[in-house]
């Protein structure tokens, strides 16, 4: 995927959206999902990755908005 994933991960007592690379959040949030619907709106516009983390920074989740070089087999949808 790009260069321009989005993960959720804590930050402080909150939880965050920060750009792949980037040391600096994009935003905060008091909940993990609202956290999680900001970084689908910026994957979606830049067609890109969201990476969730569970607190403890291991990857909980990942959803694709753009390109994706390894699509499900499933055929169905």
């Known amino acids: 995927m790009s260069k321009n994933n ?7 007592d909150s939880w965050a959206v ?3 690379g980037n040391q600096r959040v994009t935003s905060t949030h008091a909940t993990q999902q609202e956290a999680i ?12 990755e969201v990476v969730i983390h569970r607190p ?8 694709s908005y753009g ?5 499900p ?5």
Do not use: L, W
Request: hydrophobic fraction near 20%; glycine fraction near 4%.
């Open 67 to 71: 390109h994706d070089p390894n699509p």
């Open 6 to 12: 989005q993960h959720v991960v804590t930050h402080n």
């Open 73 to 77: 087999k499933d055929r169905k949808y």
């Open 18 to 20: 920060r750009g792949e």
């Open 37 to 48: 619907d900001a970084a689908r709106e910026i994957a979606i516009n830049q067609r890109s």
């Open 56 to 63: 403890d920074g291991t990857i909980r989740d990942k959803d």
